[in-house]
């Protein structure tokens, strides 16, 4: 029985006399992210069979690919230094190597021995993981099954977990496990987040796919609150407390004691009794509850906690299998059973519903708070389920933002349904001992003093052990603390012996295939192993137990994983907060085993739960709206510290002025913000001098300020959008250590300066400013000769500024302060700066000098389709290489005889590492406003030869290794310099040998230059205009009208003045026709109707709207037309205004809202009223402005 199984036959005997989802055994749930799952909740008294696996096919590995491993592990043992490490990596890196090789069941794993790996493994479930066991004998053993050797008996591991901590440690047992064809593995996920997604498409596009789904009853739109905290993930106590990236440290053993604080909150003193079995059912049932966890002792965010507090977001089926995440209904429910806090969710079934959301958010989108947002979206969604704990009351009015996804149409009855079933718990309330805020106060030495204190008040019964904090020497019986002699961590050799094991189930072939990938393209990840404290007593020298951590350094490389799930449908989807349980153990003859049948694919159920009713492209709809009002101190003030206090002022304007432009901000906040930053800036840096604030405690001072500053008007109060209610942090702090929270959102105190803190995005470069020409690329590119023959054209780049030139192989020392210098005696001119700029520190120089100028930046790169994690190919560094080691006498000695030549090009090369082409031009588009491409290869070229690709990927794989271990040391020196002579001589050769096709795959250099030329004097002359490269971005509405043809409307007023002598006489003295810019009739406007009658006209933006024109009204300082809004699809258009008119024409210094006042001084005979009989009618259309 599965564990969703087992849990609502549990609600079932506890609030009802039957089964309250008996009768809806066939309706279908989707996964809560993206979708509902159909598999979330499986059926009860669905027949055995329906689960079993058609095939019982099961392959062995292939001869070749075991010779092909039998090779790679004797390259391990050449005694050449880089042959070990790159033999390693060659075995890690193939995906030939320990392909699938005994899938589901080729390994008996339900009766291995030692006895542990039982409990590794989570027992088979009804929904199909593992469909049954076989047992059989060692004289019967059929092809698919091997024996294990019979360590039952052994008593190597026996002893306390300490003793087996020394042992691990005293006999080296990882380093002396070797792997070979008896070598298995056996990998669980243990805890996981849901996957991150990315839309490719602007946010413009995904509203409008939402709007169409739902609109066609294909769907629903589920919005939930976004709580400012971390993320914390909970596997029971043995399976383990994590945060996002890490394990064992002050940021879970602050979650732990919270989660535990919140059962006694809410059973009082059942809380123990609750706590216990709350960690069985985990543990029994393979699962992990996910919560943000929201407090103040761990870094400032938007807003300073009032309550330190979790709120449940995803609930996971971790199974045997791929992760299961249950639906919203699901995991309402689930968490009204065990008492734990819920979201804030609404539901948006019909299309009048979320139009009007997306309405309600561009009201709110630059000042909604808590309140605010919460009341709208009460009053415009279809469903709202209040979250058990207030954001209001616990965290504060500043709101993060909210998050919505498409989820499946029957959503919103499952919802009731569970709603019915399930009513609010009761809070009963008890002694919740010391806080978390006193315990930290009264604990503040270091980090492991407030660590023990948070364990042991959580209690036993929640927390019977520390190993995960502390190590096997945690504590003793009474909980006194004592230090592990061993570090957990494990070294990287885990990797290597993983990816070299045969998969003993499904899921590790899943893992292996995601982690092979993941280095094959050089994502930005790593793999980090630890030493699993919790199975000690379990391992031996043939059986070793991890815990890894697959750490995703940027959102980039969850982009190209998601490239690659289209290309291959199969991968396991690529999890933030990704906690994998690992065993590497043999298998020898001398046993029989029992293991299970094959799965139905391994993963047939979590394929159709992903895929169910929706298009792919469709169940990962998702968009994150995030408020100003928080972007304000997080973005604005918080990550602008860096900037502040390294950069100064100007700089710090520049980076928030670009942030505000990249976030589509009125011109209105835009000039609030301004005013506001600017003056914070300077009092912030008078106050601290030249010692940056700690971003992690930023509030203590930015909260005081924005309190005062709110104060002085409501525009300020607005802007601010809360502030007050202060919370000191300082004596309560978490010993964090790092300055960095747990999510990775706060700005370390260290060096690290934000990737693009520079200026505003650039519509375009000004004609008749100076230019800065640089070149972002690699020795070979072409840059010098490039720069010569533009010195040398006719009329070079087309105008008469003059054009200068410095040559960076004749400037040794300084060379940026040589150009900054030239540069500023003529700032008009044009400078080539002929040296290679390859990263950020570069740029930002050369923007500095832009901006003191008045100059703009123009980037020269060599056209290329790049790599995933390089703007350049693998083509392109042959071509590079073997333009200069053809060269001779090269003023800067990077020629053929240079003895490391193909070193230098790979650090250059490695300088760019990290952003594929997009993302490298897009952002030197945004830094500089404009972008010049150098052709370099021939679109039609056969591919790169393997001899070359070879040679480069060795070259590549020899790098990595010299920088591990010597850093920027030179390759002539040091561990590896052997290896690098033999390969710059190989290198030689090898593009010797492909010299034709070397030549033949080149742009003709003559073609090249003049593409250069052209597109330089399409910028010089002010005729360019940079490509798009931002998503669109959607601006705050204030009111919504019909926009009326200002054509029309002034022709209808000239005709009634043709007509009537007084509207003639009013015309007499004023031109409409040029006076007239815009004319609308308003229908709602936010600050007089409210965000929910503003966003009820949603549903018709757009379209077309019929007026009755009706009569002209005017005095001596105002004029505007009587007007009445008509019908659009059989519903009348109302205005919410008392008196609706199209404003013409004020007076000077008379504001347009006046016009309201005309019925009034009609009253008072002070206002002239001229009918239009009959109605004249003009069509305009809805729009919000």
């Given at each position: 029985?599965?564990?969703a199984?087992?849990?609502f036959?549990?609600?079932?005997?506890?609030?009802h006399s039957?089964s309250?989802f008996?009768?809806?055994?066939s309706?279908p749930?989707?996964?809560?992210?993206?979708?509902?799952s159909?598999?979330?909740?499986?059926?009860?008294?669905?027949?055995?069979?329906?689960?079993q696996g058609?095939?019982?096919?099961h392959?062995?590995?292939?001869?070749?690919?075991v010779?092909?491993?039998?090779a790679?592990l004797?390259?391990?043992?050449?005694?050449?230094?880089?042959?070990?490490?790159a033999?390693a990596?060659?075995v890690?890196?193939?995906?030939?190597?320990?392909?699938v090789?005994?899938?589901?069941?080729?390994?008996g794993?339900m009766?291995?021995v030692p006895a542990?790996?039982?409990k590794?493994?989570?027992?088979?479930k009804?929904y199909g993981?593992?469909?049954?066991?076989?047992?059989?004998?060692?004289?019967?053993a059929p092809?698919?099954?091997?024996?294990?050797?019979d360590?039952?008996n052994?008593?190597?591991?026996?002893?306390?977990?300490?003793?087996?901590?020394?042992?691990?440690?005293?006999?080296?047992?990882?380093?002396?496990?070797?792997?070979?064809s008896?070598?298995?593995?056996?990998?669980?996920?243990?805890?996981?987040f849901?996957?991150k997604?990315?839309n490719?498409?602007s946010?413009?596009?995904?509203?409008?796919?939402?709007?169409?789904?739902?609109?066609?009853?294909?769907?629903t739109?589920?919005?939930?609150?976004k709580?400012?905290?971390?993320?914390?993930?909970?596997?029971?106590?043995?399976?383990?407390?994590y945060?996002?990236?890490?394990?064992?440290?002050?940021?879970?053993?602050?979650?732990?004691?919270?989660?535990g604080?919140?059962?006694?909150?809410?059973?009082?003193?059942?809380?123990?009794?609750k706590?216990a079995e709350?960690?069985e059912?985990?543990?029994?049932d393979?699962?992990?509850?996910?919560?943000e966890?929201?407090?103040?002792v761990?870094?400032d965010h938007?807003?300073?906690?009032?309550?330190?507090?979790?709120?449940?977001t995803a609930?996971?089926e971790?199974?045997?299998g791929k992760?299961k995440?249950?639906?919203?209904?699901?995991?309402i429910?689930?968490?009204?059973?065990?008492?734990?806090?819920?979201?804030?969710?609404?539901?948006?079934s019909?299309?009048k519903?979320?139009?009007?959301?997306?309405?309600a958010?561009?009201?709110?989108s630059?000042?909604?708070?808590?309140?605010?947002?919460?009341?709208?979206?009460?009053?415009?969604?279809?469903?709202?389920?209040?979250?058990?704990?207030?954001?209001?009351m616990?965290q504060g009015?500043?709101?993060?933002?909210?998050v919505?996804r498409?989820?499946?149409?029957?959503s919103?009855e499952?919802?009731k349904?569970?709603?019915?079933d399930?009513?609010?718990p009761?809070?009963?309330?008890?002694d919740?001992?010391s806080?978390?805020?006193?315990i930290?106060a009264a604990?503040?030495?270091?980090?492991?003093?407030?660590?023990m204190?948070?364990?042991?008040s959580?209690?036993?019964?929640?927390?019977?052990n520390?190993?995960?904090?502390?190590?096997?020497?945690?504590?003793?019986?009474h909980?006194?603390?004592?230090?592990?002699?061993?570090?957990r961590?494990?070294?990287?050799?885990?990797?290597?012996?993983?990816?070299?094991?045969?998969?003993?189930?499904?899921?590790?072939t899943?893992?292996?295939?995601?982690?092979?990938?993941?280095?094959?393209?050089?994502?930005?990840?790593?793999?980090?192993?630890?030493?699993?404290?919790?199975?000690?007593d379990?391992?031996?020298n043939?059986?070793?137990?991890?815990?890894?951590v697959?750490?995703?350094?940027?959102?980039?490389?969850?982009?190209k994983y998601q490239?690659?799930?289209?290309i291959?449908?199969g991968?396991?989807?690529l999890?933030?907060?990704?906690?994998?349980?690992l065993?590497?153990f043999?298998v020898?003859?001398?046993r029989?085993?029992?293991?299970?049948?094959?799965?139905?694919?391994g993963s047939?159920?979590?394929?159709?739960?992903?895929?169910?009713?929706?298009?792919?492209e469709?169940?990962?709809?998702?968009?994150?709206?995030?408020f100003l009002?928080?972007?304000?101190?997080?973005?604005l003030?918080r990550?602008?510290?860096?900037?502040?206090?390294k950069?100064?002022?100007?700089?710090?304007k520049?980076?928030?002025m670009?942030q505000?432009k990249?976030?589509?901000?009125s011109p209105a906040k835009?000039?609030?913000?301004?005013?506001?930053l600017?003056?914070?800036?300077?009092?912030i840096?008078?106050k601290?001098?030249?010692?940056?604030l700690?971003s992690s405690?930023?509030?203590s001072?930015?909260?005081?300020?924005?309190?005062?500053?709110?104060?002085?008007?409501s525009?300020?109060?607005?802007?601010?959008g809360?502030?007050?209610?202060f919370?000191?942090?300082?004596?309560?702090?978490?010993?964090?250590?790092?300055g960095q929270?747990?999510?990775g959102?706060?700005?370390?105190?260290?060096?690290?300066i934000?990737?693009?803190p520079?200026?505003m995005?650039?519509?375009?470069v000004?004609?008749?400013?100076g230019?800065?020409?640089?070149?972002?690329?690699?020795p070979g590119?072409a840059k010098?000769?490039l720069?010569?023959?533009?010195?040398?054209?006719?009329?070079?780049?087309?105008?008469?500024?003059?054009?200068?030139?410095l040559?960076?192989?004749?400037?040794k020392?300084?060379y940026?302060v040589?150009?900054d210098?030239?540069?500023?005696?003529?700032?008009?001119?044009?400078?080539?700066a002929?040296?290679?700029a390859?990263?950020?520190e570069?740029w930002?120089?050369?923007?500095?000098?832009?901006?003191?100028?008045?100059?703009?930046?123009?980037?020269?790169?060599?056209?290329?389709?790049g790599?995933?994690s390089?703007?350049f190919?693998l083509?392109?560094?042959?071509?590079?290489?073997?333009r200069?080691?053809?060269?001779?006498?090269?003023?800067?000695?990077?020629?053929?005889?240079?003895?490391?030549?193909?070193y230098?090009l790979?650090?250059?090369?490695?300088?760019y590492?990290?952003?594929?082409?997009?993302?490298?031009e897009?952002e030197?588009?945004?830094?500089f406003g404009s972008?010049?491409?150098m052709?370099?290869?021939?679109?039609?070229?056969?591919?790169?030869?393997?001899?070359?690709?070879?040679?480069?990927?060795e070259?590549?794989?020899l790098?990595?290794?010299?920088?591990?271990?010597?850093?920027?040391l030179?390759?002539?020196?040091?561990k590896?310099?052997?290896?690098w002579?033999?390969?710059?001589?190989?290198?030689?050769?090898?593009l010797?040998?492909n010299a034709?096709y070397?030549?033949s795959?080149?742009v003709?250099f003559?073609v090249a230059?003049?593409?250069v030329?052209?597109?330089?004097?399409?910028?010089?002359?002010?005729?360019?205009?940079?490509p798009?490269?931002?998503?669109?971005?959607?601006?705050a509405?204030?009111?919504?009208?019909v926009?009326?043809?200002?054509?029309?409307?002034?022709?209808?007023?000239?005709?009634l003045?043709?007509?009537?002598?007084?509207?003639e006489?009013f015309?007499?003295?004023?031109?409409?026709k040029?006076?007239?810019?815009?004319?609308?009739l308003?229908?709602?406007?936010?600050?007089?109707?409210?965000?929910t009658?503003?966003?009820?006209?949603?549903?018709?933006?757009?379209q077309?709207?019929p007026?009755a024109?009706?009569?002209l009204l005017?005095?001596?300082?105002?004029?505007a037309?009587?007007a009445?809004p008509?019908v659009?699809?059989?519903?009348?258009?109302?205005?919410?205004?008392?008196?609706p008119?199209?404003?013409?024409?004020?007076?000077?210094?008379?504001?347009?809202?006046?016009?309201n006042?005309?019925?009034q001084?009609?009253?008072?005979?002070?206002?002239?009223?001229v009918e239009i009989?009959?109605?004249?009618?003009v069509t305009g259309?809805?729009?919000f402005?």
């Amino acid at each position: 029985m599965s564990g969703a199984q087992r849990f609502f036959r549990a609600l079932s005997n506890t609030f009802h006399s039957r089964s309250p989802f008996s009768y809806r055994i066939s309706i279908p749930f989707r996964s809560f992210y993206p979708t509902l799952s159909r598999s979330s909740f499986p059926p009860l008294t669905m027949p055995h069979k329906q689960w079993q696996g058609a095939s019982k096919e099961h392959r062995l590995v292939e001869k070749s690919k075991v010779n092909e491993l039998s090779a790679s592990l004797s390259a391990l043992g050449s005694s050449s230094s880089a042959g070990k490490e790159a033999a390693a990596d060659r075995v890690v890196d193939s995906p030939s190597v320990a392909e699938v090789t005994s899938q589901f069941g080729s390994i008996g794993l339900m009766n291995h021995v030692p006895a542990h790996l039982q409990k590794a493994v989570c027992k088979p479930k009804a929904y199909g993981t593992i469909s049954g066991t076989t047992t059989v004998g060692p004289n019967s053993a059929p092809a698919d099954q091997m024996t294990v050797p019979d360590h039952g008996n052994q008593t190597e591991s026996s002893g306390t977990p300490a003793a087996v901590s020394s042992k691990l440690f005293s006999e080296k047992l990882l380093e002396n496990f070797t792997t070979d064809s008896s070598t298995h593995s056996l990998a669980q996920v243990r805890a996981s987040f849901y996957p991150k997604f990315e839309n490719e498409k602007s946010d413009q596009e995904v509203r409008t796919r939402m709007i169409e789904m739902v609109s066609k009853g294909l769907a629903t739109m589920e919005v939930s609150l976004k709580h400012s905290g971390s993320l914390f993930m909970y596997a029971g106590h043995e399976g383990g407390a994590y945060a996002k990236n890490s394990y064992g440290n002050i940021y879970t053993a602050v979650g732990v004691f919270v989660l535990g604080r919140m059962f006694r909150e809410a059973w009082g003193s059942q809380a123990s009794k609750k706590q216990a079995e709350f960690n069985e059912f985990l543990e029994r049932d393979h699962m992990c509850v996910s919560m943000e966890l929201v407090t103040a002792v761990l870094g400032d965010h938007g807003q300073r906690p009032r309550e330190d507090y979790v709120v449940v977001t995803a609930v996971t089926e971790l199974g045997n299998g791929k992760p299961k995440f249950y639906s919203t209904p699901a995991l309402i429910a689930f968490c009204r059973n065990w008492r734990l806090p819920t979201n804030h969710v609404w539901l948006f079934s019909t299309r009048k519903s979320v139009m009007s959301f997306f309405a309600a958010y561009d009201a709110l989108s630059e000042e909604g708070t808590a309140t605010t947002v919460c009341k709208t979206l009460d009053e415009v969604a279809d469903i709202s389920i209040p979250g058990s704990k207030d954001h209001i009351m616990v965290q504060g009015e500043i709101l993060e933002g909210l998050v919505a996804r498409i989820v499946s149409q029957g959503s919103s009855e499952h919802m009731k349904q569970v709603l019915r079933d399930h009513p609010p718990p009761p809070m009963e309330g008890a002694d919740l001992g010391s806080s978390l805020r006193e315990i930290c106060a009264a604990n503040r030495t270091k980090e492991k003093q407030q660590i023990m204190p948070l364990l042991r008040s959580v209690g036993t019964s929640f927390c019977p052990n520390y190993m995960d904090w502390f190590g096997t020497e945690a504590s003793d019986s009474h909980g006194t603390e004592a230090s592990d002699s061993h570090s957990r961590n494990a070294d990287r050799s885990v990797l290597s012996k993983f990816l070299q094991t045969r998969p003993a189930d499904f899921s590790t072939t899943k893992l292996q295939e995601m982690i092979r990938l993941m280095k094959e393209k050089r994502y930005q990840a790593t793999f980090k192993f630890y030493h699993n404290f919790h199975k000690l007593d379990s391992t031996t020298n043939d059986s070793l137990h991890f815990k890894m951590v697959i750490h995703v350094h940027s959102d980039s490389a969850f982009r190209k994983y998601q490239k690659e799930m289209r290309i291959n449908p199969g991968l396991w989807p690529l999890y933030r907060g990704f906690f994998v349980d690992l065993n590497l153990f043999k298998v020898n003859e001398g046993r029989s085993v029992e293991f299970p049948k094959k799965a139905s694919s391994g993963s047939d159920l979590n394929v159709e739960s992903a895929k169910d009713d929706l298009a792919d492209e469709d169940a990962n709809l998702m968009i994150k709206l995030k408020f100003l009002t928080y972007k304000i101190r997080t973005f604005l003030i918080r990550n602008g510290l860096s900037i502040l206090f390294k950069q100064g002022e100007t700089a710090y304007k520049t980076y928030y002025m670009r942030q505000m432009k990249i976030w589509n901000t009125s011109p209105a906040k835009q000039r609030q913000l301004s005013k506001m930053l600017d003056e914070w800036a300077v009092y912030i840096r008078r106050k601290y001098g030249h010692k940056q604030l700690p971003s992690s405690t930023y509030l203590s001072e930015a909260e005081p300020f924005l309190e005062q500053y709110a104060k002085r008007s409501s525009e300020n109060q607005a802007l601010i959008g809360s502030a007050g209610s202060f919370v000191r942090v300082e004596d309560f702090m978490a010993m964090t250590g790092g300055g960095q929270d747990e999510e990775g959102d706060l700005e370390p105190e260290g060096d690290m300066i934000p990737s693009s803190p520079s200026p505003m995005v650039k519509e375009t470069v000004a004609k008749d400013h100076g230019l800065i020409v640089f070149f972002p690329g690699i020795p070979g590119c072409a840059k010098s000769a490039l720069c010569k023959e533009i010195m040398s054209s006719p009329g070079r780049l087309g105008d008469d500024r003059q054009v200068n030139s410095l040559m960076g192989d004749l400037i040794k020392a300084r060379y940026w302060v040589k150009v900054d210098q030239e540069y500023h005696k003529k700032p008009d001119s044009i400078m080539l700066a002929d040296k290679n700029a390859p990263n950020e520190e570069v740029w930002r120089k050369i923007e500095d000098m832009c901006r003191s100028t008045g100059a703009s930046g123009v980037p020269v790169i060599p056209d290329s389709e790049g790599t995933e994690s390089n703007p350049f190919s693998l083509d392109a560094l042959a071509v590079f290489i073997f333009r200069v080691l053809r060269r001779a006498n090269h003023p800067g000695n990077l020629d053929s005889s240079s003895p490391n030549a193909g070193y230098v090009l790979l650090l250059f090369y490695h300088l760019y590492e990290g952003k594929d082409r997009k993302e490298f031009e897009t952002e030197l588009i945004e830094r500089f406003g404009s972008i010049v491409k150098m052709p370099l290869l021939e679109p039609k070229r056969p591919p790169l030869p393997e001899s070359l690709k070879s040679i480069l990927e060795e070259g590549l794989s020899l790098y990595k290794l010299h920088c591990r271990q010597h850093a920027k040391l030179d390759s002539t020196k040091g561990k590896y310099a052997e290896e690098w002579t033999k390969w710059e001589k190989q290198l030689r050769n090898t593009l010797s040998a492909n010299a034709d096709y070397l030549n033949s795959i080149q742009v003709p250099f003559g073609v090249a230059v003049e593409k250069v030329i052209e597109q330089l004097k399409a910028i010089t002359k002010a005729d360019y205009s940079p490509p798009s490269t931002e998503k669109r971005n959607l601006g705050a509405i204030v009111f919504a009208a019909v926009a009326l043809p200002v054509s029309e409307i002034v022709d209808l007023i000239n005709n009634l003045g043709m007509k009537d002598p007084r509207v003639e006489g009013f015309l007499e003295d004023k031109d409409l026709k040029s006076d007239l810019k815009n004319a609308h009739l308003t229908l709602a406007h936010k600050r007089s109707h409210g965000v929910t009658a503003l966003a009820s006209f949603a549903p018709h933006l757009s379209q077309n709207v019929p007026v009755a024109v009706s009569s002209l009204l005017f005095s001596d300082k105002l004029a505007a037309l009587e007007a009445d809004p008509g019908v659009v699809d059989g519903e009348k258009i109302d205005s919410k205004n008392e008196w609706p008119h199209v404003t013409l024409w004020t007076a000077q210094g008379v504001a347009a809202k006046e016009a309201n006042a005309l019925p009034q001084l009609l009253a008072q005979g002070k206002a002239t009223r001229v009918e239009i009989n009959p109605p004249a009618t003009v069509t305009g259309v809805l729009q919000f402005f």
